[in-house]
């Protein structure tokens, strides 16, 4: 599965019709295009890095993610709403990693990517410890109903570093994700000191894209 997600970062002057514009057409492209899933929304508030807008596509492969790009709907009514509606996109691809699922028939709920990059002279033992941290995160924190570590692959127009890593989780409502996820013990104690600059098992770049947003259904499921 070919994953794409495009953070939006909108202009000062954007009008807000061409935003709700922008985020009708690609949702409407699920009946267009040759796509396993597609979906768009406004970031939450609590959001860092994250421009306005995230786009989320999930593809059965290289070829289909491809065909998307040059789609006739794409080309004639998204591209153009992009231009007019943003200043800068930055856009990451990469194949689905395994994909943990707690509720698959997740519906109007919250999806969080957090973009972010690991030091490239990180011993290979240790990534591989940081990535069964994450990747354990759900067997602990009830919170999280589906969840999904992939290694990035390409990206384009980054603001950040040579971002490594996509976590994305899925939650019923944002409370999930800024309440009993943020809070739990497994979070703090165990995730935490691989991102804090202070902390010496730190190993991930203080910048990074944190991003939250509504979802119709969930991604990871239908990825």
């Known amino acids: 599965m070919i994953r794409a997600t495009s953070f939006l ?9 061409c935003v709700q514009r922008l985020v009708a057409s690609v949702r409407a492209a699920d009946r267009e295009l040759d796509a396993v899933a597609v979906d768009a929304a406004r970031t939450t508030g609590n959001s860092h890095r994250a421009g306005h807008v995230m786009l989320l596509g999930a593809f059965a492969d290289e070829e289909a993610a491809t065909r998307a790009q040059v789609h ?46 690991v030091d490239p002279d990180t011993p290979t033992n240790l990534v591989e410890r940081f990535e069964l941290d994450l990747a354990d995160m759900p067997r602990y924190i009830e919170s999280i109903r589906n969840s999904s570590l992939s ?35 497994y979070h703090w104690s165990l995730v935490d000191p691989w991102f804090d600059a202070q902390s010496p098992h730190a190993i991930v770049d203080e910048q990074l894209i944190h991003a939250s947003c509504e979802l119709r259904r969930s991604i990871l499921a239908h990825g």
Do not use: N
């Open 9 to 17: 970062h909108l202009r000062a002057d954007a009008d807000p019709h």
């Open 72 to 117: 006739p709907y794409v080309e004639s009514v998204v591209r153009p709403l992009v231009e007019a509606c943003t200043e800068h996109v930055e856009t990451v691809r990469y194949a689905q990693g395994p994909v943990a699922l707690r509720q698959p028939d997740l519906a109007d709920g919250i999806h969080r990517t957090l973009l972010l990059h």
């Open 151 to 185: 290694r990035v692959e390409s990206m384009t127009g980054s603001l950040g570093p040579e971002y490594t890593h996509v976590w994305e989780q899925e939650f019923v409502d944002l409370d999930g994700l800024t309440g009993p996820y943020m809070m739990h013990g």
